[in-house]
Structures are given as structure tokens and as C-alpha cells.
């Protein structure tokens, strides 16, 4: 009848759709058109704590569209891309975008994590045009990876000098109690430090007069402007883990607090050696900081005629991903 032929037409017309969607889907989750990923966590020995960074291993073969998209699809503050080490093994070449701010310094110690065993020591290379304030070239980073499968990369050196700020002032600004700033300031005065970045220090008595809300942002902006740095360190030497030389919290110039931020590590440490505040130094210090933001973070940072910082990488994920369509033609 002609009501069973409709049918039979029907479902010969569904099954032709379903075996054009099947044969699509296959060669879209071809393994050409996917690359593997990895998410990590650096400056932590635990996974989900530290500051989160992206590493696609093998992406030489990505445009600068494709890897925009991924890093929005990973989500981390900093992602890297691995294009080459075949030419030499402690010669890597890659590539890193920053969602905050344009160093790279944590996606080169995710890439080191990767391609490092203990004991060995490579140079990274990157195509980026980005220079320090000191002329380096941030595309050129050496890595060590130490025997206890820590990282670290070498750092300009930040200059150092000591500055005088109104406690009573400054405490208002950042709703703290003047005798949070002024009983230790007694023994050791503020101080600033110019490298990439440029960082106004302020040593608090206790880790209580850190902790959350007491913080304002307002008053952290209002501070860069006036001594006219890219941000501020709040730091005690009254720490939650034994081994740890102080805890730190680091904001930018909005006020907008950082997370395991190695600038201002290398600046804190350059300021506390200028300052004679630690009998380790020229040595090795350990910072915790990043825990009132919810990712707890411990960096070493090693001062001597060089700096370095560096810590603990744990991976918390490894996939693959769908390699981005690279239209750039497209009008919008």
C-alpha cells in the first residue's frame, strides 16, 4: 500500500542519516584530527592546589588560532605548546599564551616537567617576542630539573632599595591594625623592587592580620599608585608549614590578588637579602603563598650571583583533544 512505501521509505531515509552522522563523527575523533593534552599544577606537590597550567606535548602543527582556542578550551591561567625537541635533547622549542600577563615563567617549568628527567638541565626556546626590562629574552629560559624531581628557571635579578611609608595610613588603606605593619617595621623597613615588574613590600607581624577579609583591594591600587609599582607583597614570617621561610600574598596593581606568582617570589627574595632579614640568604628560601585564594602554593627561590625559582609539578589530567578548525577566512 502506499502508506507501508512512505514508511519503508522513511526508515531507509533514517538509516542513510544515520549512517552519514556515524561516518562524520569517526572521521572527526580521528586520531589525526586530535592532539593529547595535560593539565598541571605547579608549585604544588598536590594535585588541584598551585597554579594551573596546560601543556600540549606535540603541537607543531597547530596555527596561533588553534592553540587560542585550546587555551580557552583548557581553561589555565598559562598554557604551553611543545613544537620541537628532536634537534637536541637539552634544546626544546615552544611556545606559551598567558591569559594574566605576558612571562610565561610557570608554563616553562609545566614543560620542563614534561620533557625532564632528574638531573637533567635544558634551555628552552620560544619564538615570542617579549623582553625583560633588563634586555633578557623571555623566549630563552634555562631549566634544571633537581634530584627530587623539583624544577627551577633562572630570573633577572631585581634591584632592591628600602622605602618609608605611614603605617597608620597604610593600615587604614588596607583595614589592618596599625600594629600590624608598625611593631615589625621597627626591625625592617618596607622596601621596592624593579625587574620585570616592579613590587612595593610590606612586612606584616602575623599571619592572622593576612588572612581574608582584611585585605582590601581599594587600598592595594591606592599603594601602587602612590610608590608607583606594577603591585604589592604583604608577607610574614609567621608561616602554616615549618619548613617554609615566610607566607606571602601578592596583588597586582587593581588590587586583584595573584596566584604562586614567580616575579614577585624573585622580588621578595631580593628585598630580604638587600635587607640582611634572613641568615639563609645568598641561599635558599621556601614561600608559601596563594592559600587565602584557595590554592595553596610553595615556591623556592634561590639567590646567589643568579636567581632561580622554581617547585614542586604534579600532572591531574592527560587526554586528547579535538585539533580547532583554523578558519580564518571567516567574516563575522
Same mark, same amino acid.
Given at each position: 500500500?502506499?502508506?507501508? $512505501? &512512505?514508511?519503508?521509505e522513511?526508515?531507509?531515509? *533514517?538509516?542513510?542519516?544515520r549512517?552519514?552522522i $556515524?561516518? *562524520?563523527?569517526?572521521d572527526?575523533?580521528? /586520531?589525526?584530527?586530535?592532539?593529547?593534552?595535560?593539565?598541571t599544577?605547579?608549585? #604544588?606537590?598536590?594535585?588541584h592546589?598551585g597554579?594551573?597550567?596546560?601543556?600540549?606535548?606535540? =603541537? @607543531?602543527c597547530?596555527?596561533?588560532?588553534?592553540?587560542?582556542? /585550546?587555551?580557552?578550551?583548557l581553561?589555565? /591561567?598559562?598554557?604551553?605548546?611543545?613544537?620541537?625537541?628532536?634537534?637536541?635533547?637539552?634544546?626544546?622549542?615552544?611556545?606559551?599564551?598567558?591569559?594574566?600577563?605576558?612571562?610565561?615563567?610557570?608554563?616553562?617549568? !609545566?614543560v !620542563? !616537567?614534561?620533557?625532564?628527567?632528574?638531573?637533567?638541565?635544558?634551555?628552552?626556546?620560544?619564538?615570542?617576542?617579549? &623582553?625583560?626590562?633588563t634586555g #633578557?629574552? +623571555?623566549?630563552?629560559?634555562?631549566?634544571?630539573c633537581?634530584?627530587?624531581?623539583?624544577?627551577?628557571?633562572?630570573?633577572?635579578?631585581?634591584?632592591? #632599595?628600602?622605602?618609608?611609608?605611614?603605617?597608620a595610613?597604610?593600615?587604614t588603606? +588596607? $583595614?589592618?591594625?596599625?600594629? @600590624?605593619?608598625?611593631?615589625?617595621?621597627?626591625?625592617?623597613s618596607?622596601?621596592?623592587?624593579?625587574?620585570? *615588574?616592579?613590587?612595593?613590600?610590606i612586612?606584616?607581624?602575623?599571619?592572622?592580620?593576612?588572612r581574608?577579609?582584611?585585605?582590601?583591594?581599594?587600598?592595594?591600587?591606592k599603594?601602587?599608585?602612590?610608590?608607583?609599582?606594577?603591585?604589592?607583597?604583604?608577607?610574614t614570617?609567621?608561616?602554616?608549614?615549618?619548613?617554609?621561610?615566610?607566607h %606571602?600574598r601578592?596583588?597586582d596593581?587593581?588590587?586583584?590578588? +595573584?596566584?604562586?606568582a614567580p616575579v %614577585?617570589a624573585?622580588?621578595?627574595?631580593?628585598?630580604?637579602r638587600?635587607?640582611e632579614a634572613?641568615?639563609?640568604?645568598?641561599?635558599?628560601?621556601?614561600?608559601?603563598? #596563594?592559600?587565602? =585564594?584557595?590554592?595553596?602554593?610553595?615556591?623556592?627561590?634561590?639567590?646567589?650571583?643568579?636567581?632561580?625559582?622554581?617547585?614542586?609539578?604534579?600532572?591531574?589530567?592527560q587526554?586528547?583533544?579535538?585539533v580547532?578548525?583554523?578558519?580564518?577566512?571567516?567574516?563575522?
Amino acid at each position: 500500500s502506499e502508506s507501508e $512505501s &512512505e514508511g519503508v521509505e522513511s526508515g531507509q531515509t *533514517k538509516n542513510r542519516l544515520r549512517r552519514d552522522i $556515524s561516518a *562524520k563523527m569517526s572521521d572527526f575523533t580521528s /586520531i589525526d584530527d586530535t592532539v593529547t593534552v595535560q593539565l598541571t599544577d605547579v608549585f #604544588s606537590r598536590e594535585p588541584h592546589n598551585g597554579l594551573t597550567v596546560g601543556v600540549v606535548p606535540e =603541537a @607543531a602543527c597547530l596555527t596561533e588560532a588553534q592553540q587560542q582556542t /585550546i587555551v580557552r578550551e583548557l581553561g589555565g /591561567i598559562e598554557t604551553a605548546f611543545i613544537t620541537s625537541n628532536e634537534s637536541s635533547p637539552d634544546q626544546i622549542r615552544w611556545d606559551w599564551v598567558d591569559t594574566e600577563n605576558e612571562r610565561g615563567d610557570a608554563a616553562a617549568l !609545566a614543560v !620542563a !616537567a614534561h620533557a625532564l628527567e632528574p638531573g637533567e638541565q635544558a634551555v628552552l626556546y620560544s619564538e615570542t617576542e617579549s &623582553e625583560s626590562d633588563t634586555g #633578557s629574552e +623571555l623566549g630563552s629560559r634555562r631549566i634544571n630539573c633537581n634530584a627530587d624531581s623539583s624544577l627551577s628557571v633562572q630570573m633577572d635579578t631585581p634591584e632592591a #632599595s628600602f622605602t618609608e611609608i605611614d603605617y597608620a595610613a597604610v593600615a587604614t588603606q +588596607l $583595614s589592618l591594625p596599625a600594629e @600590624a605593619l608598625s611593631e615589625v617595621g621597627r626591625s625592617l623597613s618596607p622596601g621596592v623592587t624593579q625587574a620585570e *615588574k616592579s613590587f612595593l613590600h610590606i612586612p606584616v607581624v602575623f599571619l592572622d592580620s593576612l588572612r581574608t577579609p582584611g585585605i582590601q583591594s581599594t587600598g592595594i591600587s591606592k599603594l601602587c599608585q602612590q610608590y608607583e609599582t606594577d603591585g604589592c607583597c604583604l608577607f610574614t614570617f609567621d608561616t602554616i608549614a615549618a619548613h617554609s621561610t615566610l607566607h %606571602a600574598r601578592w596583588f597586582d596593581a587593581e588590587g586583584t590578588e +595573584l596566584v604562586a606568582a614567580p616575579v %614577585a617570589a624573585v622580588g621578595c627574595a631580593a628585598y630580604l637579602r638587600m635587607a640582611e632579614a634572613v641568615d639563609s640568604l645568598p641561599g635558599t628560601i621556601t614561600i608559601e603563598a #596563594s592559600h587565602f =585564594a584557595g590554592t595553596p602554593s610553595h615556591l623556592t627561590v634561590t639567590v646567589g650571583d643568579s636567581m632561580a625559582v622554581g617547585g614542586q609539578v604534579v600532572t591531574t589530567l592527560q587526554g586528547t583533544i579535538v585539533v580547532p578548525s583554523d578558519d580564518n577566512d571567516e567574516i563575522i
